[in-house]
């Protein structure tokens, strides 16, 4: 949203959580945490730090643990990679993030970050970790909770420098946000500015907000100063940016309820080598920034694909690692086939489940499916995926299918209401309300797609720790009898409701 003084804050009002940002030349480029997503750890574009399009991934899958396919009971929910750094370092581009199902950090690094290929390094695993290359050659991670450290790495960044630094170069780091701290310090971002070391961190003290706290230093172990530099409406966590004419920002997030956790971007100042955050201490409702394209990282897909083409865009992402061998662009053309291959209980648990981000203020997604090659004990439709999900869909039983709205915030989940339907081709919306955090989604379905009836109950969405991600549009079918089954959706269509 843009208007004549510039652009207004939040700049991407969906999930773009922990946001790590450089800038080459007159191009920024973004990584963000995606979970248990896949592709994962998304690379965004943009020429002018507002308008972000999805340009890449950085890998299509971390691994093949059965959290990590969702198979044998097992998940990786909020536990996929997190928190990467994004650096760039004479002609390469370096991708850093841990996993806790695969007990490590990931290093990544390609020349061509909008194309690959990327190369990979694995190290121990360390918590919230940020990358630095020194001007001495030296290479770092500063990482941890609470106390801070530091981890040498060797001069290309690929492994663990032997005898290198591993300390704590800033102890209790929280302590300057008070004594009584719900969140120690984590999320650190290192910048060498003017010569200078920069640590931007996060805390949480209770009964209060997300805080962002900046260390700084003369050399990298330290000592280092601290203060607080920002507590505004829970607005924290990121790092710093400058724009080729010298204008300096910061770009972090806010917890914004279901929607998730959304980008801010926060005007900088300098004051006697310390950065000053905002405007009177307040993250202003508007940037000074142009907008120079209406780029974004949702998309409507009608599944028209050149014939053998058979990518899905950059928007999707599959709910964990997804099974090749039972999806396909290709076996219809213009649709999108998901065929069921292995049992689920209920929706967390189905495998090719395809999301998009819900965005704000308000949102809508429609689907188009068909059909007619359901088995006895499927389910497909659309929904909005969190833990407390709920979704509109075709049950297919032996008495013949059924309309259903499954609200899956109540346990067990609840199939509220339904109708009978004999239509082969039904269609299925979900419309979602995030201003001022109601938090609500209301479920619709129509036999002609044109004329639109309300099924089932509004349900109230909540942004839970288990998956730690805003609701995402989901594309779905599985089976809890037999599998086999497909069903082909012929578009999925945003509409934006504000």
Not at 66 to 95: C, M, P, T
Not at 163 to 171: A, E
Not at 192 to 218: E, H, Q
Not at 321 to 331: A, F, G, M, Q
């Amino acid at each position: 949203m843009t208007s004549s003084n510039g652009t207004r804050n939040p700049i991407i009002w969906a999930d773009v959580p922990d946001p790590s940002v450089i800038r080459v030349e007159d191009t920024y480029y973004m990584s963000s945490t995606t979970m248990h997503m896949n592709p994962g750890v998304p690379i965004m574009k943009s020429k002018d730090l507002a308008s972000w399009e999805i340009v890449n991934y950085v890998y299509d899958v971390l691994g093949e643990k059965d959290q990590q396919k969702l198979i044998a009971d097992q998940n990786e929910y909020g536990k996929g990679s997190w928190a990467s750094s994004l650096r760039y370092h004479e002609g390469i581009f370096y991708v850093v993030f841990s996993s806790q199902v695969a007990n490590s950090t990931f290093i990544y690094k390609t020349r061509d970050i909008e194309n690959g290929p990327w190369e990979k390094h694995t190290i121990q695993f360390v918590h919230d970790m940020s990358l630095l290359f020194d001007d001495d050659g030296c290479v770092y991670l500063v990482y941890g909770g609470g106390d801070i450290r530091i981890l040498e790495l060797t001069a290309d960044a690929t492994s663990v420098k032997p005898s290198g630094l591993n300390q704590v170069i800033i102890p209790n780091s929280s302590a300057i946000a008070g004594s009584d701290i719900m969140l120690p310090a984590e999320g650190a971002h290192i910048h060498k500015i003017n010569n200078k070391y920069y640590i931007f961190l996060i805390t949480w003290p209770r009964d209060g907000m997300r805080t962002v706290l900046c260390y700084r230093a003369d050399t990298i172990t330290g000592p280092w100063e601290g203060r607080v530099v920002l507590q505004d409406s829970g607005i924290a966590q990121g790092g710093l940016i400058d724009t080729p004419d010298g204008k300096w920002y910061a770009l972090l997030f806010g917890d914004r309820g279901a929607v998730g956790r959304i980008p801010y971007l926060v005007p900088v100042t300098w004051e006697d080598n310390w950065p000053i955050f905002g405007i009177g201490g307040k993250v202003p409702q508007e940037v000074d920034i142009n907008k120079k394209s209406d780029h974004q990282i949702v998309s409507s897909d009608e599944f028209e694909r050149q014939k053998g083409d058979s990518d899905l865009g950059l928007a999707w992402q599959w709910n964990h690692n997804p099974d090749n061998e039972n999806w396909s662009l290709t076996e219809r053309q213009g649709f999108l086939r998901l065929r069921t291959s292995s049992l689920s209980k209920s929706l967390v648990d189905a495998r090719n489940t395809l999301t998009q981000r819900t965005f704000g203020p308000e949102c809508s997604g429609i689907v188009a499916v068909e059909i007619s090659e359901m088995r006895v004990g499927d389910y497909a439709g659309l929904a909005v995926l969190q833990k407390n999900y709920g979704f509109v869909g075709v049950k297919m039983s032996k008495a013949g299918k059924k309309i259903i709205m499954m609200d899956g915030s109540l346990n067990p989940p609840v199939e509220v209401d339904h109708i009978n339907v004999e239509h082969e081709r039904v269609y299925f919306k979900i419309a979602c309300d995030f201003r001022e955090q109601k938090d609500l989604a209301y479920f619709y379905y129509s036999l002609d797609g044109k004329d639109w009836v309300a099924i089932g109950s509004t349900l109230k969405m909540t942004y839970t720790i288990p998956h730690f991600m805003g609701y995402r549009f989901a594309l779905f079918n599985f089976s809890t009898e037999e599998i086999g089954g497909y069903v082909d959706f012929d578009y999925f269509r945003l509409e934006n409701s504000s």
